[in-house]
């Protein structure tokens, strides 16, 4: 396999990537379904699918809040998915691959079940870099979110 350098913005500096044969649609697709199975995971409530789409080094920043390494996801974040959702949706607006790397951004909105009928409305922009694993499928290894109000 060859090797390439790959400038890493905004740092200015080069990192040595591995070269594969591209097969950006088949890329994408796995990455859109990567994006299915997240919705499916949270209205299913299904922790540990949700908890399979992220990289076992995986960081997850949230607004005005600490970073959250896969451990802290396992143990702390996962319980918002174990919660009853009444409605959500996670649409990708741009999917870059750049080898055995890629980025996702778009938008959510989340209906959380309030009780006695009523539900909390969340919505907002999101921006993932994923990263292909050892058997081709990709997970979650960055991710950051934001409310439309924030």
């Given at each position: 396999?060859?090797?390439?350098?790959?400038?890493?913005?905004?740092?200015?500096?080069?990192?040595?990537?591995?070269?594969?044969?591209?097969?950006?649609?088949?890329?994408?697709?796995?990455?859109?379904?990567?994006?299915?199975?997240?919705?499916?995971?949270?209205?299913?409530?299904?922790?540990?699918?949700?908890?399979?789409?992220?990289?076992?080094?995986?960081?997850?920043?949230?607004?005005?809040?600490?970073?959250?390494?896969?451990?802290?996801?396992?143990?702390?974040?996962?319980?918002?998915?174990?919660?009853?959702?009444?409605?959500?949706?996670?649409?990708?607006?741009?999917?870059?691959?750049?080898?055995?790397?890629?980025?996702?951004?778009?938008?959510?909105?989340?209906?959380?079940?309030?009780?006695?009928?009523?539900?909390?409305?969340?919505?907002?922009?999101?921006?993932?870099?994923?990263?292909?694993?050892?058997?081709?499928?990709?997970?979650?290894?960055?991710?950051?979110?934001?409310?439309h109000d924030e």
């Amino acid at each position: 396999m060859m090797e390439k350098l790959v400038p890493v913005f905004p740092l200015g500096v080069t990192v040595p990537v591995a070269e594969r044969p591209a097969d950006e649609a088949a890329d994408r697709a796995a990455i859109q379904a990567l994006w299915v199975a997240y919705e499916t995971a949270v209205l299913a409530s299904d922790a540990q699918m949700w908890i399979s789409l992220w990289d076992p080094e995986a960081l997850r920043l949230q607004p005005n809040g600490a970073v959250r390494d896969y451990d802290r996801l396992l143990h702390e974040e996962i319980d918002w998915v174990e919660n009853p959702t009444d409605a959500f949706s996670i649409l990708p607006k741009e999917i870059v691959i750049m080898g055995d790397h890629a980025y996702s951004m778009g938008t959510y909105a989340v209906d959380f079940a309030l009780g006695q009928g009523k539900t909390h409305r969340v919505e907002g922009k999101f921006i993932s870099i994923l990263r292909r694993q050892g058997d081709g499928s990709w997970r979650i290894f960055r991710s950051m979110i934001n409310g439309h109000d924030e």
